[in-house]
């Protein structure tokens, strides 16, 4: 067994400041054991403006983003999944929401960019999202694996499309860690029901970072930042406010239940 962390946070528009909060976090979750821990979506910066990412953008490879999640992956002996980031596209006004994953060492391991784009006006209040104004959709799921088990990347949005996390399940995803930053409203209705069915679903852990306050540009995020078991049980939750939650992650326990309850075996449409 290993113990994982999801850090949950209420990001400013201040870059520095989101990173000191972020490493504090890192710290006191690894003090607690989590040998992996997770950062939500968008945890360097939540902007003013939809458009500020793209000020921040750094190149894939170098920037002080990237350099403090490596530096601080070793400096705590822990595997960060770095929540998004604002990784240089091949449209000059646009970004990729890039999901970058450390190992203990501090060596980049994987990376994930955010595939299904926010497009949306929530119902029942005056909110819209525009993601596609700013960010340029991924192409490729991302499954591989980790000595945690074999892990698979999502973010947010993509937590409503179950045929993304089918393919991982193809793929052999054991875990899913899905770094998110679900609205207030959407969040209160859906969050965690939709991350205990997708855990039951693909009879998998679900580790899931979120953002969870008030934000300066107006926004409140939903928080309840939490850890899924394969049978729907939830580990543990945070729920709103900077911090974190932690559980096991047992393979021989998803090992059992997938014996036993083969659902995986039994899909006619592949």
Not at 20 to 27: D, G, N, R, T, V
Not at 37 to 55: C, Q, S, T, Y
Not at 80 to 105: F, H, Q, S, W
Not at 195 to 216: D, K, M, S, T, W
Request: hydrophobic fraction near 45%; glycine fraction near 8%; charge should be negative.
């Amino acid at each position: 067994m290993s113990k994982c962390a999801a850090i949950q946070m209420a990001s400013s528009p201040n870059v520095g400041a989101n990173l000191l909060e972020a490493e504090k976090l890192i710290a006191e979750a690894a003090k607690a054991g989590a040998k992996l821990v997770a950062l939500p979506e968008n945890f360097a910066l939540m902007g003013e403006h939809e458009l500020d990412k793209i000020r921040v953008k750094e190149v894939d490879g170098q920037g002080p983003i990237q350099n403090f999640l490596a530096e601080t992956a070793l400096k705590y002996g822990v595997w960060i999944v770095g929540g998004t980031m604002p990784i240089a596209g091949d449209a000059e006004n646009k970004v990729r929401a890039a999901c970058l994953i450390y190992n203990d060492r501090g060596e980049r391991v994987a990376r994930y960019d955010k595939m299904h784009l926010f497009d949306v006006s929530v119902p029942g209040t005056n909110e819209v999202y525009r993601e596609s104004d700013s960010i340029e959709a991924g192409a490729h799921p991302l499954v591989f694996d980790t000595p945690f088990g074999r892990m698979g990347v999502a973010v947010c949005y993509d937590l409503r499309f179950p045929e993304f996390f089918r393919e991982m399940a193809r793929m052999g995803m054991e875990i899913l860690v899905i770094p998110s930053a679900f609205t207030a409203e959407t969040g209160a209705a859906h969050w965690e029901l939709l991350l205990r069915a997708r855990a039951v679903e693909n009879l998998c852990y679900i580790i899931a970072p979120n953002q969870g306050g008030f934000h300066i540009n107006g926004r409140k995020t939903f928080g309840h930042s939490m850890i899924v078991d394969p049978w729907g049980v939830v580990l543990d939750c945070y729920k709103t406010g900077g911090g974190f939650v932690a559980a096991e992650i047992d393979l021989e326990h998803l090992e059992k239940v997938r014996t036993a309850f083969p659902v995986l075996q039994h899909r006619r449409f592949i």
